[in-house]
T-cell receptor, first 114, second 114 residues
Framework: DGGITQSPKYLFRKEGQNVTLSCEQN?????MYWYRQDPGQGLRLIYY???????QKGDIAEGYSVSREKKESFPLTVTSAQKNPTAFYLC?????????????FGQGTRLTVV | ELKVEQNPLFLSMQEGKNYTIYCNYS?????LYWYRQDPGKSLESLFV?????AVKQEGRLMASLDTKARLSTLHITAAVHDLSATYFC??????????????FGQGTRLTINP
C-alpha cells in the first residue's frame, strides 16, 4: 500500500541532544513537508522540499535541519538549538505540481524532552 | 501574509443537532482543505474545495467555499458522537517556483454529547 511512514511514533530527547525523525513515502511524490503541532494549535511549517537535493525553510525553521538525498526520504533533525522541541511532528507529501495536488500526512512523531 | 481563522475554536453540541464551523482566510487562494484529527492521531483529509461555489458532502458533513468572501464552512447535520474530533481548514499558499504550502487554521475542537 502507498503511504507515508514516520518513525518512531514516540521519541524522548535529553537536554542538549540532537534527534532525527524519519519520514519515508512510496507515493512517488516530489514535494515533502515537515509540520509542527503544539497542543490545541494548528500546524506550522518547519521545512519543505520540492525536489531531491533541494529544500527551503518554512515559518519556524530555527533549531531544525533536514536533508533530501532521496525522493522517498525527508528526515528532520531537531538540534540542541531548538529550545522548546516538545511537540507533535507531522510529515506530509504531495505531487508538488499542478493545481489539484493534495497533501497526505504520516501518522506523526510525538517528541518529548526529558 | 496569509492568515486563516476558524471559529468557533471549541464547540460542544448535542447529538442530532446541526451546526456550522467557519473558516476565514485573508488573501486569495485557489484551494482549501478540510481535515479531521482524532486525539493523538494524524490528519485525515475530508474535503478539497477548488472553486467558488464548490460544495462537497460526505455523510453528515458538508463543506462549501465562497472565494469572493474568502470563507469556507463545514456544516454538520444531525451530529453523532463519532464526529467528535478536531477539524482544521487549510489554505494553499504559493511560495516560489511552483512550491506551495498549507496554512492552517487553529482548529475547532468538536465534542458531541449523547
Amino acid at each position: 500500500d502507498g503511504g507515508i511512514t514516520q518513525s518512531p511514533k514516540y521519541l524522548f530527547r535529553k537536554e542538549g541532544q540532537n534527534v532525527t525523525l524519519s519520514c519515508e513515502q512510496n507515493l512517488n511524490h516530489d514535494a515533502m513537508y515537515w509540520y509542527r503541532q503544539d497542543p490545541g494549535q494548528g500546524l506550522r511549517l518547519i521545512y519543505y522540499s520540492q525536489i531531491v537535493n533541494d529544500f527551503q525553510k518554512g515559518d519556524i525553521a530555527e533549531g531544525y535541519s533536514v536533508s533530501r538525498e532521496k525522493k522517498e526520504s525527508f528526515p528532520l533533525t531537531v538540534t540542541s538549538a531548538q529550545k522548546n522541541p516538545t511537540a507533535f511532528y507531522l510529515c506530509a507529501s504531495s505531487i508538488g505540481r499542478g493545481s489539484r495536488t493534495e497533501a497526505f500526512f504520516g501518522q506523526g512523531t510525538r517528541l518529548t524532552v526529558v | 501574509e496569509l492568515k486563516v481563522e476558524q471559529n468557533p475554536l471549541f464547540l460542544s453540541m448535542q447529538e442530532g443537532k446541526n451546526y456550522t464551523i467557519y473558516c476565514n482566510y485573508s488573501t486569495t487562494s485557489d484551494r482549501l482543505y478540510w481535515y479531521r484529527q482524532d486525539p493523538g492521531k494524524s490528519l485525515e483529509s475530508l474535503f478539497v474545495l477548488l472553486s467558488n461555489g464548490a460544495v462537497k458532502q460526505e455523510g453528515r458533513l458538508m463543506a462549501s467555499l465562497d472565494t469572493k468572501a474568502r470563507l469556507s464552512t463545514l456544516h454538520i447535520t444531525a451530529a453523532v458522537h463519532d464526529l467528535s474530533a478536531t477539524y482544521f481548514c487549510a489554505v494553499v499558499k504559493k511560495i516560489i517556483q511552483g512550491a506551495q504550502k498549507l496554512v492552517f487554521g487553529q482548529g475547532t475542537r468538536l465534542t458531541i454529547n449523547p
